[in-house]
């Protein structure tokens, strides 16, 4: 494709993209949070709040224009709090996703090429870590070893891959029989080139859409680990910790539990319609 | 003949799949904390008192003859001891067990209950608001963390409205020996006790709709997909021009094939469910496995860890291998191939 052409291409790409408004709200509210969190020792309005600080005199403050999300039981900011949980939580799907899609798209290009005896052992793998609940592996690594965010990070990516695997597993058994990829073979390419430069570009946009979905997926279980007091310790601000140490005060002080819960929703929410709006565009149906 | 050469193929893969999951366990629970006794007594126990509980657990023995007694044990069913109560971690997960079971299989009937007919009516209706209503549950539904919808129905229900129980499964102080298979609805009907099987539904209702909320949504969106599908079909197209009641074509016809990939999403949704089943414990302090685990995992008890990870595994094997012959039985094309689509 020329330059020109491949120009074109990703301007109607964007058109195409931008005409979809479920799609673009995801897009939206993913830069933001990535934003919010990088950012946020310069946006938030009480940085220093993100330690173990107590301030008595202004707990349990409803959101208020000094306080928009209110403050917790020692007095803190939970919106500053919350945009630092995000951190924690963009980290934690980053990390699990930077492992495992390229681990699991290897697997799967390789099992879905080569098929025989490499297929049997890899897909085999698969199903067993398929039969391993993610939320309860991260728990029992966290268990034995110590609960931090690095230990959750590398069970849940242990265990992530072989959704990717599937996906591309399934996607090569395709391609490899077309007619290019025969071609390819006939001229003598090398296995890496048919593997890598033939077959794995037609596979990045069902990639691409199935790691969006994850991303939200990834930080769902990221929360419910912590909200179970086996995530990242405090008094570094975490979303799902902040859920559990408010819903002691639920109802009456409502804040304290479901901002911070509602801002879970909110990025998962996020990962997911930009997923969805990236599946319709990339038309690849059985993505999920 | 062929339906039993696919039972026997599969049940050869779930075998091969356990061995393997007990491989991952053992190497969980042995080889990555270096000392599991000096990790159940804790820091400040003697020297004599670990190498005691080394000698009693094997861990003196290689790490292969370890593996022979833990999988030796697996297959009489014998889990070994709790390392903190010295109770056998079988009968703890016999006891523990039914209870989620019991949560799981309300979450699920509930959530095929209501998610199969919302995505049959969003399919029907596609595109306009039915079906704009039911995708915007559907992914609200998904993305919702299991433990923020348990909290905000156990608020809403049981303090602000006050019509449910929020916790437990029977009222403090039932008298009820749920001896027979340990579900509460199935023990009460069999023994008679109605008042116990209702006071048991209302206590299930809460749990089961947290942890099926999201379940829901998802075979509302497969269920929907799958109609779509089908209704492409020249078989469906042939009804429609034979002058085939809409309603006939919609349930008999369209939904039975259209029926397959929910219920193999439902198997595979299993895992997530089992984990949101912890949760959704905690929350209700529903006396079940979940809750057995979550102490055992912040107790450090090794064996009980073990336990409960190979029973959930276990668990979910069973129930894709049940899937399986289902989606067998629901269509025959199936059945005949031998394997999945």
């Known amino acids: 494709m020329s330059e020109l052409a491949a120009l074109s291409n990703s301007y109607q790409n964007w058109y195409r993209f931008s005409r979809n408004p479920t799609a673009v709200i995801g897009l939206v509210i993913v830069v933001v949070s990535i934003l919010a969190a990088l950012l946020a020792p310069h946006i938030t309005?009480?940085?220093?709040?993100?330690?173990?600080?107590?301030?008595?005199?202004?707990?349990?403050?409803?959101?208020?224009?000094?306080?928009?999300?209110?403050?917790?039981?020692?007095?803190?900011?939970?919106?500053?709090?919350?945009?630092?949980?995000?951190?924690?939580?963009?980290?934690?799907?980053?990390?699990?996703?930077?492992?495992?899609?390229?681990?699991?798209?290897?697997?799967?290009?390789?099992?879905?090429?080569?098929?025989?005896?490499?297929?049997?052992?890899?897909?085999?793998?698969?199903?067993?870590?398929?039969?391993?609940?993610?939320?309860?592996?991260?728990?029992?690594?966290?268990?034995?070893?110590?609960?931090?965010?690095?230990?959750?990070?590398?069970?849940?990516?242990?265990?992530?891959?072989?959704?990717?695997t599937r996906l591309v597993y399934s996607m090569v058994r395709q391609i490899r029989a077309l007619e290019y990829v025969e071609a390819a073979e006939t001229l003598g390419a090398s296995k890496t080139h048919i593997l890598f430069r033939e077959i794995l570009p037609n596979c990045v946009s069902a990639i691409a859409v199935k790691t969006s979905l994850d991303a939200g997926f990834v930080i769902l279980i990221g929360a419910s680990l912590s909200f179970l007091g086996l995530g990242i310790q405090p008094p570094t601000p975490d979303l799902g910790t902040m859920v559990s140490d408010g819903a002691s005060f639920l109802p009456d002080y409502w804040w304290e539990s479901l901002l911070p819960g509602t801002a879970i929703l909110f990025v998962a929410l996020g990962f997911n319609l930009l997923g969805d709006g990236l599946r319709d565009l990339f038309d690849v149906e059985d993505v999920r | 003949m062929e339906f039993l050469g696919f039972l026997a193929r599969r049940l050869a893969w779930s075998l091969l799949v356990l061995v393997g999951l007990s491989v991952v366990i053992f190497v969980i629970a042995r080889v990555v904390p270096g000392d599991p006794a000096r990790m159940a007594l804790g820091p400040r126990a003697?020297?004599?008192?670990?190498?005691?509980?080394?000698?009693?657990?094997?861990?003196?023995?290689?790490?292969?003859?370890?593996?022979?007694?833990?999988?030796?044990?697996?297959?009489?069913?014998?889990?070994?001891?709790?390392?903190?109560?010295?109770?056998?971690v079988n009968l703890d997960i016999r006891t523990t067990f039914p209870a989620t079971l019991e949560l799981v299989m309300a979450t699920v009937i509930i959530a095929f209950l209501f998610g199969v007919p919302l995505g049959v009516a969003a399919a029907r209706w596609k595109d306009s608001w039915p079906d704009n209503l039911v995708r915007a549950f559907a992914i609200v539904a998904a993305v919702m963390p299991t433990f923020f919808i348990a909290l905000l129905l156990q608020v809403l229900a049981g303090y602000v409205l006050q019509i449910l129980p929020t916790t437990g499964r029977l009222p403090t102080g039932t008298e009820f020996e749920a001896d027979i298979t340990g579900l509460l609805i199935v023990d009460g009907l069999l023994k008679g006790q109605l008042h116990v099987v209702f006071e048991a539904m209302r206590h299930l209702l809460l749990p089961a709709l947290a942890l099926s909320l999201a379940t829901m949504g998802q075979m509302a969106r497969i269920t929907r997909a799958s109609m779509i599908d089908v209704s492409r079909q020249d078989y469906i197209e042939a009804a429609r021009a034979f002058g085939v009641p809409d309603r006939v074509r919609l349930f008999k016809y369209q939904l039975r094939p259209a029926f397959v990939p929910p219920l193999t999403i439902m198997g595979l949704e299993f895992a997530s469910l089992i984990g949101g089943a912890f949760v959704v414990e905690l929350i209700f302090s529903w006396p079940g496995m979940a809750a057995y685990g979550i102490r055992a995992i912040t107790q450090k008890d090794l064996n009980a860890i073990m336990g409960v990870?190979?029973?959930?595994?276990?668990?979910?094997?069973?129930?894709?291998?049940?899937?399986?012959?289902?989606?067998?039985?629901?269509?025959?094309?199936?059945?005949?191939?031998?394997?999945?689509?």
């Open chain 2, 46 to 88: 003697s020297a004599e008192q670990v190498t005691e509980l080394q000698e009693k657990l094997g861990l003196n023995l290689p790490l292969y003859q370890q593996y022979g007694r833990f999988i030796g044990g697996l297959a009489q069913g014998e889990l070994g001891q709790s390392l903190l109560t010295e109770r056998s």
């Open chain 1, 45 to 164: 309005p009480y940085p220093d709040h993100i330690g173990a600080i107590v301030d008595f005199r202004n707990r349990h403050q409803p959101p208020s224009a000094a306080h928009w999300f209110g403050t917790d039981n020692v007095g803190r900011d939970i919106l500053t709090r919350v945009i630092f949980g995000l951190r924690v939580s963009l980290m934690l799907a980053f990390v699990v996703l930077i492992i495992a899609v390229p681990f699991g798209t290897v697997l799967g290009l390789l099992a879905g090429y080569f098929g025989g005896w490499t297929e049997i052992v890899i897909m085999r793998l698969t199903d067993i870590a398929l039969a391993l609940p993610p939320l309860i592996m991260a728990l029992a690594v966290a268990a034995v070893l110590e609960p931090s965010l690095m230990n959750a990070m590398l069970a849940i990516a242990s265990l992530w891959w072989t959704w990717h």
């Open chain 2, 309 to 341: 990870v190979m029973v959930s595994g276990l668990f979910f094997v069973l129930v894709n291998l049940l899937i399986d012959v289902l989606v067998g039985l629901v269509d025959p094309r199936i059945r005949i191939r031998g394997r999945r689509a």
